[in-house]
Each structure stands twice: as structure tokens, then as C-alpha cells.
């Protein structure tokens, strides 16, 4: 069974950075694909940035030049580093994965973990 457990999430305040990790275990191979969405109170849940195993990224338009993906595919392990964080980045980001490379939607989901940035 696929599990992805989250951590490094908390509170910092704007203009600070946090590290993200997620693990994954259970898959045979690892993930083509392992990402990072994040849900504010109210909003839907966006894609903020994505990685292949061959290290292509993707990153949503709003935290480009902050955010920076990352893996390491021996440990099955993404993470996502957070830097200039701002109040609107507060939210339970969730670490996903999936076989495909860069899908539109992504098969497995962690349990998330809180992100709260103060002002």
C-alpha cells in the first residue's frame, strides 16, 4: 500500500522560509512524478510544483522565483523549500504522486500538512 507522509510544515512569519519533505513508501519503483498542492481555507486546491524523476519541474506561476522542487529518488523522498514566504501562501499543502509524467491530476495524496505564514 502507497503511503506519502508529510512534514516540516509550521508557522513562520512573511519574509521567512520552511522545508517541506514528503516519503514515500509501498511503490515498487517510486513515483514518474511526485508534487506538491496546497488548499487555503475557502479556495481550491492549486498545484504548486511538480518533479519528474528525471528532474523536469513545474511550478504554479505564483510561487516561481520562491519555491524550489526537489527529490531524491534513492530515498523516494520530494521537498519542497519555501522561501519569501507571504501571508497568502498559508495553507495544508499536500504531497501527491502518480506514474505519469506531469498528469493533470495526480493519483495518490498524503494527509497534508499546515502551513500558516503571519503578517
Known amino acids: 500500500q502507497v503511503q506519502l507522509v508529510e512534514s516540516g510544515g509550521g508557522l513562520v512569519q512573511a519574509g521567512g522560509s520552511l522545508r517541506l519533505s514528503c516519503a514515500e513508501s509501498?511503490?515498487?519503483?517510486?513515483?514518474?512524478?511526485m508534487g506538491w498542492y496546497r488548499q487555503a481555507p475557502g479556495k481550491q486546491r492549486e498545484l504548486v510544483a511538480g518533479?519528474?524523476?528525471?528532474?523536469?519541474?513545474y511550478y504554479a506561476d505564483s510561487v516561481k522565483g520562491r519555491f524550489t522542487i526537489s527529490r531524491d529518488n534513492a530515498k523516494n523522498t520530494v521537498y519542497l523549500q519555501m522561501n519569501s514566504l507571504k501571508p497568502e501562501d498559508t495553507a495544508v499543502y499536500y504531497c501527491?504522486?502518480?506514474?505519469?509524467?506531469?498528469?493533470?491530476?495526480?493519483?495518490?495524496w498524503g494527509q497534508g500538512t499546515q502551513v500558516t505564514v503571519s503578517s
Open positions: 509501498g511503490s515498487i519503483f517510486g513515483f514518474n512524478t
Open positions: 501527491v504522486a502518480d506514474q505519469r509524467i506531469l498528469p493533470p491530476r495526480y493519483t495518490y
Open positions: 518533479i519528474t524523476k528525471g528532474g523536469s519541474t
